[in-house]
């Protein structure tokens, strides 16, 4: 049994933060359901991952009888995620107003990316733009070149979809409390913001160039952290920041060289680094890997998408899981007396629309007229 076990939670269909929020609060045991539109694409190719443990439900909330099976679900959950700009759910007739009136303890959950209020906050936008104006996307990058974009990590997944888990959990625990629901409003614009804590501290008490990419501790000006390219054309990462790791990765790579022992004289870093991509250029990337197994400094091969799951570090802690021939990250974190789990993969479109329905208390005929007027669609 999950942490979240008797949990429910109803995900409306969206992309990339919101399936992600779903798929965690799933994985920890909550009895998740997915409302999908009519005709959408299949979740086993449109959510192949984030789609586990997951119900798929197919409404077509623009008609009375699918808005009303909505509403009927609502009423036996616990947390709703909408992932839509702000307005769509009020205009379908089912915002905060009307779906806390029915059930007085739901936690409403919001995720977009500018947040419900302010001047963006109807206007389109992606990962690449939320980050872009918190400072993140500037200080990403090689000195003198333009700024790198990061895959989606930052603004969809850090500080969207972590965040969007982190809103509802604490609203239920609240709930639990005050028997009160309330609107959670999760801005992806917000939690990079929060991701970006340390960097703004530091800039403002003068310990971080926040004008300049590759010029701080962090950022890839240092030797001791950065990426290095290997004899084979394969990467290694280093971070090796604190003196004793720095002293291992010295004595690893078999580096004597007494300019070394300054490893904080910053005006020698770009010599340093030159010296210290010699030396890691002398072997291949698995070579570098096993000289420094075992070791302190601090020191990893970067591996491709394909190879990290069999990386034996990975596969010994089984940070990957095998689920029906599909790769996925396991459950995450780990509960020692309530342990996550992946119950099964994504289900196809529609799965589970007619035993979500009747197990709020439809009839079996009034879940036939809701399929024989398409306000809602069973697979098969």
């Excluded at 971070?239 to 078999?254: C, D, K, M, V």
């Excluded at 990957?320 to 780990?334: D, E, F, K, L, Q």
């Excluded at 196809?348 to 398409?374: F, I, K, Q």
């Amino acid at each position: 049994m999950g942490s979240l076990s008797g949990y429910t939670v109803i995900e409306l269909a969206g992309i990339g933060p919101a399936p992600m929020g779903g798929m965690i609060l799933a994985d920890m045991g909550a009895d998740l359901i997915r409302i999908e539109r009519p005709g959408a694409a299949d979740p086993k190719m449109t959510e192949p991952v984030s789609g586990r443990n997951k119900k798929s439900v197919v409404l077509d909330l623009k008609q009375p009888g699918g808005l009303a099976a909505l509403m009927k679900l609502i009423e036996h959950a616990d947390a709703l995620i909408d992932p839509y700009r702000p307005g769509v759910c009020e205009k379908l007739g089912f915002g905060p107003d009307e779906c806390l009136l029915r059930n007085p303890r739901l936690v409403f959950a919001r995720m977009t990316g500018w947040g419900q209020t302010g001047p963006l906050a109807q206007a389109a936008g992606h990962d690449l733009n939320y980050i872009a104006i918190t400072g993140a996307l500037h200080a990403i990058g090689r000195r003198g070149e333009r700024p790198v974009v990061p895959l989606n990590l930052v603004g969809d997944f850090g500080g969207g979809g972590m965040l969007l888990v982190t809103g509802i959990l604490a609203a239920l625990l609240e709930a639990s409390k005050s028997g009160q629901g309330q609107v959670v409003d999760v801005a992806m614009v917000d939690g990079t913001a929060q991701l970006m804590w340390m960097m703004q501290g530091f800039q403002q008490i003068g310990a971080w160039n926040a004008e300049a990419r590759e010029a701080n501790l962090l950022d890839g000006a240092a030797h001791f952290y950065d990426t290095y390219e290997c004899a084979d054309g394969k990467y290694v990462a280093v971070g090796a920041i604190e003196p004793q790791f720095y002293a291992e990765l010295l004595s690893r790579a078999e580096i004597s060289d007494p300019q070394f022992q300054a490893q904080h004289d910053s005006a020698h870093w770009p010599e340093m680094k030159e010296k210290l991509a010699a030396v890691l250029k002398t072997k291949t990337r698995d070579e570098w890997d096993t000289v420094m197994a075992g070791s302190d400094a601090c020191f990893a091969p970067v591996l491709t998408m394909v190879e990290a799951p069999q990386y034996a570090a990975n596969n010994e802690r089984s940070v990957y899981t095998n689920v029906g021939g599909m790769i996925h990250p396991s459950p995450a974190p780990r509960f020692a007396r309530t342990p996550s789990e992946i119950r099964h993969g994504t289900r196809s479109l529609g799965n589970d629309t007619v035993s979500v329905l009747e197990g709020v208390g439809l009839s079996e005929s009034e879940v036939a007229e809701l399929l024989s007027s398409g306000a809602a669609v069973q697979k098969g």
